[in-house]
């Protein structure tokens, strides 16, 4: 499997989103999407899966123009986790994952589609919640149960919207461990839009990092994630140093740049006036 | 045995339970249609209604009918009720729980697209600009004018919300602005209308009942409704799937906009087809998908035909109280529908063990 993002651009009601994003994922590759609030994270990945609508060629999987692709071959290749997840009817584990069978399925399922669910609840350790009901589980084990669904669809390439952000930080770990095996050992690519600068650092094969709709930087951890491009992109001042896993770790720091001064005063203001 | 043995073992045995349930209600169905068939005013009871009914549907057999009187009440008064009754509580149910769906919404109604009112709106005017007297007999002008005025609704409501994209919420908020239009329109029209007759074939007409049920309009209203729940039934995956939200739908290759269109006209052309003949009859739509939610989850391959059985049980049962409680008068059957219903829902709700909704 190969992405290829080529001057993608995309707007919303005139307003740009993304401006001339170009980017290459290969196979079994981990790509964490980094980049403040509002920098087009989760409009890249809608785009790259064609829930969002793209320009001719601006996104190429194994050469043929994604825009071309209808919505049930697209849905072969790519699977998409959104930020977050809720079912507006109650289903069972096992229904929920069964659904990322729907692209196969065309009234019952085989064979083949119960034993691909079985594989992905095994793989994802939630196969005890396979009768459960997915309303009923925790955000993580939720989490685990979309990814599980996705995994169902045997995608080529997995799209996850900030998987880990309401996650405690055991689940966090889970996640991100069980999307870099997956990267490793299922020759699946994987594509992760994320806040956490530090759990991107650890587990990405490259990152890239968008401003305002437009690539920054792409690239190793090491090379993207500097002192320098940091305070650029997030107004933030950091230092970098290494982790006891030899990937950049990175500590923001205090500043009065980053509106904390004002934040000061204000708390002191009340608290006088509360006195 | 390994997990996916075990998981296909898990999985059959649930869809076994499911289509139990589903027989279950279908002999409830059955057992309701011969008692209501055996009941009612006259004299005609359970043997001589079943030979009037086996005569006539199995003609090559030349058994004896009985008594021409009997033949009437049972073969053109009451069977033709029943039908009606099951034909509606069916089509109602299927649109229900497929716009509950599709719209990812539990409260939402067959009527959410304004249906209602404007099938109200059309048949007033019928009634007024018409003829200006009641011609309920067999005023197909009431019935024709009704139709029309849905689809009517149908195409405002569809050219509103595709304004602004097509997503469940903008369908739900434009079909209640049209609903609301349409039901000052016909509070005008009634308001203005100087044949004080009129307006009460209105207001009768508004309640809703199957008493104008003839095999002529069976034979109109039994083909829409069995195409269009087939066809219904078919999207069950789709409308499964449209369940985790539009994005995800569409990440599994299925296009939300087309499946909230196509399901908006499907919903309409039942909906009008059975409402034009009874009346609005309200309810049942809402209330049979929750009783199937309840009784086998919120698999649509299972909980739409469920949901046709039970709209089935239900408006007949309620008809035929309806048609006994105060006889020889009757009871407008979305009367009877409400004022059972509602505390049997209730109930339900308040003792269900699990959630089948949020």
Known sequence: MKLKINKLSFSYNSTPILEDVELEVGLGEMLCIVGPNGSGKSTLLKCINQILKTEQNSVLINGQDANTMNLKELSMIMGYVPQSSTSAFAFTVFDVVLMGRKPYINWNLSDRDSEIVAEMLDFLGIGSLSMRHFTELSGGEQQKVIIARALAQQPQLLLLDEPTSSLDIKHQLEILCILKSLAETKHCSVIVAMHDLNLASRFSDRLLMLKRGCVFAVGTPESVLTEETIESVYGVKVRVSKSILNCPQVTPLVSEANGFKNAKIALSAVAAKSE | ?358
């Open chain 2, 1 to 358: 045995m390994s997990t996916a043995d075990e998981l296909k073992t898990l999985y059959q045995k649930g869809k076994k339970r499911k289509i139990l349930v589903m027989l279950l209600v279908f002999v409830a169905l059955i057992v309701v249609i011969v008692v209501s068939i055996s009941l009612g005013s006259g004299s005609p009871r359970f043997t001589e209604a079943m030979q009037v009914i086996s005569a006539k549907l199995l003609p090559f057999l030349n058994l004896d009918a009985g008594p021409d009187m009997t033949q009437t009440i049972v073969w053109t008064i009451r069977f033709p009720r029943v039908i009606l009754a099951v034909v509606a509580g069916a089509g109602l149910a299927a649109a229900g729980a497929t716009m509950q769906g599709v719209l990812r919404n539990p409260l939402v109604s067959s009527y959410i697209l304004g249906v209602s009112a404007a099938a109200g709106f059309g048949a007033s005017l019928a009634v007024i600009l018409g003829v200006g007297v009641i011609t309920f007999a067999g005023g197909y002008l009431i019935v024709g004018n009704a139709f029309i005025f849905c689809l009517i609704a149908l195409v405002l409501v569809y050219s509103i919300a595709r304004i602004r994209g097509m997503t469940s919420e903008t369908v739900i908020l434009a079909g209640v602005a049209i609903g609301l239009l349409f039901s000052a329109l016909l509070s005008l029209i009634q308001y203005i209308s100087p044949d004080r007759d009129a307006v009460t074939a209105i207001v009768f007409w508004l309640m809703g009942g199957l008493n104008g049920a003839t095999w002529e309009r069976i034979l109109i209203c039994t083909p829409i409704v069995v195409v269009v729940s087939v066809l219904m039934i078919q999207q069950s995956w789709n409308i499964n799937v449209m369940s985790m939200g539009a994005d995800v739908a569409k990440s599994l290759g299925v296009n939300s906009k087309r499946l909230l269109a196509t399901n908006m006209l499907l919903e309409t052309l039942a909906t009008a087809s059975i409402i034009a003949f009874t009346g609005v009859i309200g309810f049942v739509d809402l209330i049979a998908p929750h009783i199937a939610r309840m009784l086998l989850g919120n698999d649509h391959r299972y909980l739409i035909p469920c949901s046709m059985l039970v709209g089935a049980l239900v408006l007949l049962s309620a008809d035929t109280v309806g048609r006994l409680i105060i006889a020889p008068a009757e009871l407008p059957v979305g009367i009877v529908t409400s004022l059972l219903g509602v505390p049997f829902f209730i109930y339900l709700l308040v003792n269900r063990r699990r959630q089948s909704f949020h």
